[in-house]
């Protein structure tokens, strides 16, 4: 079942007759920009990945992930008023903003507010953060519906819609920083964008992590790979091979 309890119908005012019903969650694509322009995006260019941690994440145990962190639906539709949209094609949507770094506004924005957060909550970095050790820019944010599947009856039943955002964050000093695991993830690796665009394609995850996943145990998919995918694509100028944005499904490891 779908998970019940009223999902969020969140309606931008400044996209009339769009409605999107889920809960809000935010994602983080963290691209490791050091030595090259924040707003250059290439096949190679590393983003920071992890396996979710089966202690930590029952629902989506051993699971390939970009940072993820629920949110209230005010802070999704306050980062869409603030943007510009540049293409909508269900169920993803794409915006721009004028760029913001952590190096020049602080906390009061909310793009910052809600980067740092997932930052300091899933990765451990506060510390480096507070001592100025990462700096990242952001201007470019997308938003991906779908439905993630669990695979047994939880909180949130056996499925729960999803109105997932996703903040591109280029990191342009201190990715080095990022810890090799921390109570999220029980694991933390980077991985050029081509290569997590061929293993969500094909369901093939031996070419991530230096060949260190099982597939037997760990899997992609997800809504938050999807948006994360949906995200490059746009911004590589990758056509999808289906002609539609990526979706959440994705391979499942062996039971």
Request: charged residues 15%; contains cysteine.
């Amino acid at each position: 079942m779908v998970a019940g309890g009223g999902p969020l119908r969140l309606r931008p005012p400044s996209l009339p007759g769009t409605e999107w019903t889920g809960s809000p969650v935010l994602a983080l694509a963290i691209i490791d920009s050091t030595g090259r322009p924040p707003a250059e995006t290439r096949p190679d260019s590393p983003i920071l990945l992890g396996i979710r941690c089966p202690q930590a994440n029952a629902t989506h145990p051993n699971v390939v992930s970009v940072p993820t962190q629920r949110v209230p639906g005010a802070f999704l539709l306050e980062t869409v008023a603030a943007c510009t949209l540049v293409r909508a094609s269900d169920p993803a949507w794409f915006f721009s903003f004028p760029e913001v770094t952590n190096t020049r506004e602080n906390g009061h924005h909310p793009v910052i507010f809600l980067i740092e957060s997932v930052l300091s909550r899933k990765l451990g970095v506060a510390r480096a953060l507070e001592r100025g050790e990462i700096e990242f820019t952001a201007g470019f944010f997308s938003l991906t519906t779908g439905i993630a599947h669990y695979g047994d009856e939880g909180p949130y039943g056996t499925a729960e819609r999803m109105v997932m955002g996703n903040l591109w964050v280029a990191v342009t000093r201190g990715f080095d920083l990022f810890p090799e695991r921390t109570e999220s993830f029980s694991r933390v690796f980077a991985a050029g964008l081509e290569a997590l665009d061929h293993a969500k394609a094909t369901g093939d995850i031996t070419g991530l992590a230096g060949g260190g996943l099982d597939p037997a145990v760990h899997s992609i998919g997800g809504v938050c790979i999807a948006s994360t995918i949906n995200a490059l694509r746009f911004r590589l100028g990758w056509p999808d091979p289906s002609g539609q944005p990526a979706s959440a499904a994705g391979s499942r490891p062996a039971r």
